[in-house]
């Protein structure tokens, strides 16, 4: 092996700062002219699909990533340069920080490009990147060389460089871990002393007056407004570590001019928030040990319930030290917490609370989930929903998988209803081997319905068909049994189950078509599906708003639908489909509450039912 360049089996590139619309097939135009190309991957976010900004790009060669490696470099690709490098299957070497130095105070003008032509002259450089935010550099960035030699011939030659007229830092990398470190043993051996509250007449010579009498002062200085005013905190600087210690120990707390001072370490802004950050997360976990499996959240509350009656439903099964009902301008958001004493009371809470109906409303009682928990599950669904898509055999989707893009496959969208049945049956052959499908998951049969075909005056009423076994019709049965075909050849109104499969039956009062010649007949067999209102085994899970709003546009008014559907056909059942399409119109919102109020679900279905009527009787009426 060639022990002066680096190794790269799989010949791998790491494309970054790319544009969100950059696309797969347009970094194949890009890169192809550098050589065979195995695979390109514009990596996504799981859920969302949106790109991250970076890519992985693998050669058949080496010697061709390689290449454009040199060649394309920061490339502009929509309005952006690109940044390359050799993709790093090993997460330990960019984490042991070898060969890896750090470059602050450098001019807003030096980019990636200017960066890395610069210290390329010191050895082979792995990454390089100058930090950046929405309005352009931070000054400072980032030089990966793939050995420690040429990193410290770099530091030797650059640091205290100019560059672009400005004096440029180079040195080591260091972790967080280590800058902490630092940060810590200079606070241990501190000198400087930060002062507030003080009054407003206090000045430089003031302050000094009051602090020279714990040590020698390096530096005094009050900070003041834009008109010259103090504006109430300063520093002192002192020689000795042990002065500074001592004007904190004696001035911190004490009352000066009728205001109580703060005397404390100084600390820079980073180390502060840092210090501020660890507060507020300890702060954070405290609290959430404390309301651990006690606190429950209670959704789908009458507008009239407030704090104390919340409290008293609750009340019977522990001690409350907590019942709070969310409100916004004074009015109730239908939703609160009720938090108990011990996880015991809480969980019985949950058993006997849980769809009990308190006012108008049954409640919906839980335990309270954090953000992130919630946003976790609701992710977790979706993998498993999206494993599953993935797992399903598709010749479109199997034929992606070996190409250059990879795609993730998309529910496909479906209706609840059919607006006109007639109009979503399809002209089959008839000799067709698989029986015509009605478009949505839930075939409605037409009771009291006609059809009549084209060129035919006989009209038939069809009826729902009973559940047989296939028949096998002849030639000699169609001749001498009128209307076992209807509509050129298709059976009437066929159901689509689960899986693909069907029932097939014979209909009961078949459209009548005509007979056959016996000379044209051939024998063949036609199947039947069944009209059968859907059987639901086992309810959906509850349909919540967060569920909702994970699911993609796409599927939301599928998921409200199969919800609507099963509660509008125990109340109409031959019109369920007709009215849940009517009701899907409406904005999700309001959907999602009439699945939790059976009240406010009737009095829509209610509507359509009258505006169906009224339809109906206006295409009925005679015409003047």
Same mark, same amino acid.
């Not at 911190?252 to 501020?276: D, P, T």
């Not at 001690?319 to 009015?331: E, F, H, L, N, R």
């Given at each position: 092996?060639?022990?002066?360049?680096?190794?790269?089996?799989?010949?791998?590139?790491?494309?970054?700062?790319?544009?969100?619309?950059?696309?797969?097939?347009?970094?194949?135009?890009?890169?192809?002219?550098?050589?065979?190309?195995?695979?390109?991957?514009?990596?996504?976010?799981?859920?969302?699909?949106?790109?991250?900004?970076?890519?992985?790009?693998?050669?058949?060669?080496?010697?061709?990533?390689?290449?454009?490696?040199?060649?394309?470099?920061?490339?502009?690709?929509?309005?952006?340069?690109?940044?390359?490098?050799?993709?790093?299957?090993?997460?330990?070497?960019?984490?042991?920080?070898?060969?890896?130095?750090?470059?602050?105070?450098?001019?807003?003008?030096?980019?990636?490009?200017?960066?890395?032509?610069?210290?390329?002259?010191?050895?082979?450089?792995?990454?390089?990147?100058?930090?950046?935010?929405?309005?352009?550099?931070?000054?400072?960035?980032?030089?990966?060389?793939?050995?420690?030699?040429?990193?410290?011939?770099?530091?030797?030659?650059?640091?205290?460089?100019?560059?672009?007229?400005?004096?440029?830092?180079?040195?080591?990398?260091?972790?967080?871990?280590?800058?902490?470190?630092?940060?810590?043993?200079?606070?241990?051996?501190?000198? *400087?002393? /930060?002062? $507030? %509250?003080?009054?407003?007449?206090?000045? !430089? =010579?003031? #302050?000094?007056?009051? +602090? @020279?009498?714990? &040590?020698?002062?390096?530096?005094?200085?009050?900070?003041?407004?834009?008109?010259?005013?103090?504006?109430?905190?300063?520093?002192?600087?002192?020689?000795?570590?042990?002065?500074?210690?001592?004007?904190?120990?004696?001035?911190?707390?004490?009352?000066?001019?009728?205001?109580?001072?703060?005397?404390?370490?100084?600390?820079?802004?980073?180390?502060?928030?840092?210090?501020?950050?660890?507060?507020?997360?300890?702060?954070?976990?405290?609290?959430?040990?404390?309301?651990?499996?006690? *606190?429950? /959240?209670? $959704? %789908?509350?009458?507008?009239?319930?407030? !704090? =104390?009656? #919340?409290?008293?439903? +609750? @009340?019977?099964? &522990?001690?409350?030290?907590?019942?709070?009902?969310?409100?916004?301008?004074?009015?109730?958001?239908?939703?609160?917490?009720?938090?108990?004493?011990?996880?015991?009371?809480?969980?019985?809470?949950?058993?006997?609370?849980?769809?009990?109906?308190?006012?108008?409303?049954?409640?919906?009682?839980?335990?309270?989930?954090?953000?992130?928990?919630?946003?976790?599950?609701?992710?977790?669904?979706?993998?498993?929903?999206?494993?599953?898509?993935?797992?399903?055999?598709?010749?479109?989707?199997?034929? /992606?998988?070996?190409?250059?893009?990879?795609?993730?496959?998309?529910?496909?969208?479906?209706?609840? +209803?059919?607006?006109?049945?007639?109009?979503?049956?399809?002209?089959?052959?008839?000799?067709?081997?698989?029986?015509?499908?009605?478009?949505?998951?839930?075939?409605?049969?037409?009771?009291?319905?006609?059809?009549?075909?084209?060129?035919?005056?006989?009209?038939?009423?069809?009826?729902?068909?009973?559940?047989?076994?296939?028949?096998?019709?002849?030639?000699?049965?169609?001749?001498?049994?009128?209307?076992?075909?209807?509509?050129?050849?298709?059976?009437?109104?066929?159901?689509?189950?689960?899986?693909?499969?069907?029932?097939?039956?014979?209909?009961?009062?078949?459209?009548?078509?005509?007979?056959?010649?016996?000379?044209?007949?051939?024998?063949?067999?036609?199947?039947?599906?069944?009209?059968?209102?859907?059987?639901?085994?086992?309810?959906?899970?509850?349909?919540?708003?967060?569920?909702?709003?994970?699911?993609?546009?796409?599927?939301?008014?599928?998921?409200?639908?199969?919800?609507?559907?099963?509660?509008?056909?125990?109340?109409?059942?031959?019109?369920?489909?007709?009215?849940?399409?009517?009701?899907?119109?409406?904005?999700?919102?309001?959907?999602?509450?009439?699945?939790?109020?059976?009240?406010?679900?009737?009095?829509?279905?209610?509507?359509?039912?009258?505006?169906?009527?009224?339809?109906?009787?206006?295409?009925?009426?005679?015409?003047?």
């Amino acid at each position: 092996m060639n022990s002066s360049g680096p190794t790269y089996p799989l010949a791998s590139l790491y494309v970054g700062d790319l544009h969100p619309d950059v696309t797969e097939a347009i970094l194949y135009q890009k890169f192809s002219p550098a050589g065979p190309i195995m695979s390109i991957r514009v990596c996504r976010d799981i859920i969302t699909r949106r790109s991250l900004g970076y890519a992985y790009i693998n050669f058949q060669q080496p010697a061709d990533a390689e290449c454009a490696l040199d060649t394309m470099n920061y490339d502009v690709i929509k309005g952006r340069p690109i940044r390359i490098m050799w993709s790093q299957r090993d997460p330990g070497l960019r984490k042991s920080g070898v060969g890896n130095i750090f470059i602050k105070n450098m001019d807003e003008s030096i980019d990636n490009k200017a960066l890395y032509d610069t210290f390329s002259a010191f050895g082979n450089i792995l990454s390089c990147k100058v930090v950046c935010d929405e309005r352009g550099s931070k000054g400072y960035g980032f030089v990966h060389f793939e050995t420690q030699e040429a990193a410290n011939r770099a530091i030797e030659t650059m640091n205290g460089m100019l560059l672009n007229d400005r004096k440029v830092f180079v040195g080591h990398f260091k972790s967080r871990k280590e800058r902490e470190v630092e940060f810590g043993t200079k606070a241990i051996k501190f000198t *400087n002393v /930060y002062i $507030k %509250n003080f009054g407003e007449d206090y000045t !430089d =010579e003031k #302050l000094t007056e009051v +602090f @020279s009498a714990f &040590g020698r002062t390096l530096s005094v200085r009050v900070m003041k407004d834009e008109k010259g005013h103090s504006r109430g905190f300063g520093f002192v600087n002192f020689a000795h570590h042990e002065d500074a210690q001592k004007a904190v120990d004696e001035m911190n707390g004490k009352e000066i001019s009728g205001k109580i001072l703060y005397v404390g370490r100084a600390q820079k802004r980073q180390e502060r928030q840092g210090e501020l950050k660890r507060k507020s997360e300890q702060i954070k976990q405290d609290r959430i040990q404390r309301y651990q499996g006690v *606190n429950l /959240y209670v $959704k %789908n509350l009458d507008d009239n319930i407030d !704090d =104390e009656r #919340l409290r008293k439903e +609750f @009340s019977p099964y &522990g001690t409350i030290t907590s019942a709070k009902v969310m409100t916004d301008a004074g009015q109730s958001k239908g939703f609160g917490f009720v938090c108990f004493s011990s996880p015991e009371e809480a969980t019985k809470a949950v058993t006997e609370m849980n769809g009990r109906i308190v006012a108008t409303k049954p409640l919906y009682v839980a335990l309270a989930q954090r953000r992130e928990e919630r946003k976790a599950i609701l992710t977790n669904k979706y993998m498993q929903r999206l494993a599953t898509m993935r797992s399903m055999t598709s010749p479109i989707i199997d034929s /992606y998988q070996s190409g250059y893009y990879m795609t993730v496959p998309q529910p496909p969208t479906r209706s609840y +209803f059919n607006h006109n049945t007639v109009g979503n049956m399809r002209a089959v052959p008839r000799w067709t081997g698989q029986p015509p499908r009605l478009q949505g998951p839930y075939s409605t049969p037409v009771v009291g319905g006609s059809l009549s075909r084209r060129g035919s005056t006989t009209i038939t009423t069809v009826r729902q068909a009973s559940t047989q076994a296939p028949r096998i019709i002849t030639a000699t049965q169609k001749t001498n049994n009128v209307g076992t075909q209807t509509l050129g050849g298709r059976p009437d109104m066929p159901a689509v189950l689960k899986g693909g499969q069907y029932k097939y039956s014979s209909v009961r009062n078949p459209l009548h078509v005509g007979t056959v010649p016996a000379h044209m007949a051939r024998p063949q067999v036609v199947p039947v599906p069944v009209m059968e209102p859907p059987v639901h085994i086992s309810g959906p899970e509850p349909l919540t708003a967060s569920i909702l709003a994970a699911a993609p546009l796409m599927d939301q008014k599928q998921l409200l639908g199969e919800r609507l559907y099963p509660l509008i056909h125990a109340l109409h059942p031959n019109l369920a489909g007709k009215i849940t399409g009517m009701l899907l119109e409406i904005d999700n919102s309001e959907l999602l509450h009439m699945l939790e109020s059976p009240e406010s679900l009737n009095s829509k279905v209610d509507e359509a039912i009258a505006v169906l009527q009224a339809h109906k009787a206006k295409e009925f009426s005679p015409k003047k």
